[in-house]
């Protein structure tokens, strides 16, 4: 999940830029039939406590909202599209951003193009889908990005579960939706249960519905950057960027973001880590911006899907030789990136240090040989937010970057098999993964 920092005050400035916004009508628009260059699609599923904010502060949906809009006032093509889907406490609205103009005499425009009479569910992988083939059918473009901006919690099963096997959808992944009278402070929906989160299976399912295929999915959110979660992504996008550490609730700059990465052009390796880079820069590296971002730190990295079934297939041949017969590795002191302590969440490991632990050097380069064709590069603060419990931060540090790779995976365990974990059947779950099958992990047992 992201977490919620102080940062989240609600100045005059922010008031005045927020009445400065262009609200137009879309009457000077051009024909919207016309085949569009690029067109972004930015998916804030914001009803939860990101979309929440105490009188007198300004929510992390908001702030995010307004960065957008400073960020497409600074493109200089007419020619791309932001499309910027919101659910939060009001109703689901869809608008385009997009400059407008002759030369030298552009203008934002914000047209209002969908709202919803009723609440929707936008962890709903149907909602996804109404958003990216409305986009698809009404603004034609070369080239589409999606950006997916809320609470992440990887592959894996929620941790509450159980108090959610009734509702219609299984909580996990990406995204929380708290529903119509939920508690959008704490995450929970009417009843005390945590909303609902979307599966990524399904996600991956909804996008090639759509009839979209992206160059890129760019996830705003915690620790979606895992093997399991890009794999079952492989077919419907060229990148998947996402950091693999918790993130702050403030999100990413998008003021630079949108003009210095989300529209290079065309989509190539250089601009996925374009992508990828600016965003760490803007999070870790950037000063003017750290009363924003704080010490929080940030992992990242690029990942080509289109070399996943390769990495896959060499994972699975040398995972092989060290672990068989449901053997549990002893993972002390390997990099990760949240802990299994932490309500009774897997370990997400990195997974070069993970294999740099398990293999023999001669087996790891030629794992990592494979392995860089895929990851294209990764950005690493020297420490990061583990977790957050009871109101106090846990970070750890940057203890192997010879082997780290900014991208984690799940290392089954017989301590998964404890009755602790009963309601959250960790290995069973991980067995359900595309990248389960495609990496042979059966052959270890597991």
Sequence with gaps: ???????????????????????????????????????????????????????????ASYLDSLDIMKGVSKLSSTNDNVFLFIDDEKHPRLSRIYRYGGKGQLRTMTSLLKTWSLDICSSDPATLYEVLSYVNTNYPSESYGLVLWSHGSGWQLSTNVQNTLKDKFATKSFGIDVGFNGDMENDTNSRGRMGIQMDIADMATAIAKSGIYLDYIFFDACSMQDIEVAYELKDVT??????????????????????????????????????????????????????????????????????????????????????????????????RYSDNEYFYSPAHYDMGCALGHLLTDADYQAWRAEADKCILCHNASEKYLLYLLDDQEVYATLDDPDHMVGVSMFVPSDIYDDDTYERYPLNTQFQTTAWYTAANWKATGW
């Design 238 to 335: 060229d990148y998947v960027i996402a950091s693999a550490t918790s993130t702050s609730a403030y999100g990413a700059y998008y003021t630079d973001l949108i003009p210095q990465a989300l529209f290079a052009y065309p989509m190539n390796d250089a601009n996925a880590m374009r992508i990828a880079n600016q965003y760490f820069y803007d999070a870790v590296t950037n000063q003017s911006l750290h009363d924003y971002y704080g010490d929080v730190g940030n992992v990242n990295s690029v990942i080509k899907t289109s070399e996943l079934e390769n990495l896959a297939k060499v994972t699975g041949q040398y995972i092989n030789k060290v672990i068989t017969n449901r053997f549990s590795p002893d993972m002390e002191g390997v990099q």
């Design 1 to 59: 999940m992201k977490f919620l920092t102080k940062i989240l005050f609600l100045s005059l400035g922010i008031l005045a830029l927020a009445s400065c916004s262009s609200n137009d009508d879309d009457k000077d628009s051009p024909d919207e039939q016309q085949t569009y260059r690029r067109s972004v699609i930015i998916y804030l599923a914001a009803q939860n406590s990101l979309g929440y904010a105490e009188p007198g502060w300004a929510s």
